[in-house]
């Protein structure tokens, strides 16, 4: 069964300061990826999705993504946090057939003025 | 665009009471689905339907009942309310299953307490 693990149920950083927040799945084949992002008292938005060619993908409010077969990763990637980045974010996995998407347990990211 | 509209937004039930979550989009997707989030679990699928007319259960399916009688609309029906129901309810839509793999699009969620 696929799952998916998101290292840290809490990250903080300051304004301005790089953003990492990881993800890594089990699969015996490569699946498609995503994160999203939710604001509070909101739905899920898409940042951004890997399915097939270019292993770094980039997304909305400048976050970028790195599909790494070998370490079966997707950590999410921003230079300059803002204060706006301030919310949970989820990372996802789907196979081509049959399969339904697959949650990890989210990342409440804090951003520090 | 309105995407996928749920109603209610919330909800306080009584206990041993029937309730029905709506949900419909206006995006022609195939696939539609039933989530549930809770602190420190996440999302946890608890129905599907991969095209009209057909359903299929998820990860925690006991208590729910889901229909889909046409593309747009994905009702979620809790017959006999319990508290462990307590939760946020999010509906949402995807083109379909196979090669044509979309993401996922999310409704605003339904907050359901049952007291």
């Known amino acids: 069964a696929q799952s998916v693990t998101q290292l840290g149920s809490h990250v903080s950083v300051s304004e301005g300061a790089l953003v990492l927040l990881r993800c890594n799945y089990s699969s015996s084949v490569p699946p498609y990826l995503f994160w999203y992002v939710q604001y509070p008292n909101q739905g899920l938005q898409l940042l951004l999705k890997?399915?097939?060619?270019?292993?770094l993908v980039k997304g909305i409010n400048g976050f970028e993504a790195e599909f790494k077969k070998s370490e079966t990763s997707f950590h999410l990637t921003k230079p300059s946090a803002h204060m706006s980045d301030a919310a949970e974010y989820f990372c996802a996995v789907r196979h081509n057939y049959g399969q339904n998407f697959v949650f990890g347990p989210g990342t409440r990211l804090s951003v520090l003025p | 665009i309105a995407g996928i509209t749920q109603a209610p937004t919330s909800q306080i039930l009584a206990a041993g009471r029937r309730m029905t979550l709506r949900c419909t989009q206006d995006?022609?997707?195939?696939?539609m689905y039933w989530y549930r989030q809770d602190l420190g679990l996440g999302l946890r699928l608890i129905h599907y339907?991969?095209?009209?007319?057909?359903?299929g259960k998820g990860e925690v399916p006991d208590g729910y009942s889901v229909s889909r009688a046409n593309t747009d609309d994905f009702p979620l029906t809790l017959a006999s309310a319990v508290p462990s129901q307590t939760s946020v309810y999010f509906c949402?839509?995807?083109?379909?299953?196979?090669?044509?793999?979309?993401?996922?699009?999310f409704g605003e969620g339904s907050r359901l307490t049952v007291l």
């Open positions: 949402a839509s995807s083109i379909g299953q196979g090669i044509n793999t979309g993401e996922l699009f």
């Open positions: 339907s991969n095209t009209a007319g057909t359903t």
């Open positions: 995006m022609r997707h195939n696939a």
């Open positions: 890997y399915t097939t060619g270019a292993t």
